[in-house]
């Protein structure tokens, strides 16, 4: 993560908000047959993700599924991002192009959810964006046939990760004037990227 503190989040609970908020995340394990990444959703074992674990599932076929139980994962959780030009700023000529971004690094060790800890992750990543999506009518469970769900179910797998660490960097050019960090602002809107730019409006 980067090391100058103005782009530090403000504790490691900011920082498990934020990645159970994004809720996707690639999913990095040294494995046996060598270092592997797998990409899943994630969200919070329990009803905060500082109860002290993620869970997370991915398909069953997928070649990192047999290798995860027990083994140390990174879980990098990557947000909005997009390249800074000088020419954004009130003089480009004392600048350097940069690059602004927000991440989350999740470090623990993954175990096999039983089946009933794998519904629970399902329900909870309903629970936590389907009213971002559709307020008016989420989706549950309970809209399912259950038949079909259990059928469905069989093709993935759960995993659990204890956090032992959490790392994370909120670049949003906090250490810039603010007429230098509006001119971004404005650049990067203008050139489509209004999640970054939106982002660093809010920071």
Do not use: C
């Not at 060598?34 to 905060?48: L, S, T």
């Not at 047999?66 to 800074?84: E, H, K």
């Not at 602004?100 to 009933?116: K, P, Q």
């Amino acid at each position: 993560m980067h090391p100058n503190k103005a782009f530090r989040f403000d504790s490691d609970a900011a920082m498990l908000d934020w990645a159970v908020e994004r809720g996707f995340a690639h999913v990095l394990a040294a494995t046996v047959d060598g270092p592997m990444v797998a990409h899943a959703p994630i969200a919070p074992a329990g009803d905060k993700p500082d109860n002290g674990a993620v869970r997370f599932h991915i398909a069953r076929a997928n070649r990192i599924a047999p290798l995860l139980d027990g083994a140390r994962v990174v879980l990098s959780i990557a947000g909005p991002d997009g390249y800074i030009t000088p020419n954004w700023y009130v003089d480009p000529s004392k600048q350097v192009p940069t690059w602004n971004y927000v991440a989350v690094e999740i470090e623990g060790t993954a175990r096999v959810l039983d089946e009933d800890g794998l519904i629970e992750q399902l329900d909870t990543l309903a629970a936590i964006h389907e009213p971002r999506v559709i307020p008016e009518n989420p989706w549950t469970r309970a809209k399912m046939d259950d038949g079909r769900f259990r059928a469905m179910l069989r093709a993935i797998i759960g995993f659990e990760v204890t956090i032992e660490a959490v790392r994370g960097t909120n670049k949003l050019s906090q250490n810039k004037s603010e007429t230098d960090r509006n001119g971004a602002i404005d650049g990067l809107a203008d050139t489509g990227n209004i999640a970054l730019a939106d982002l660093m409006r809010n920071a």
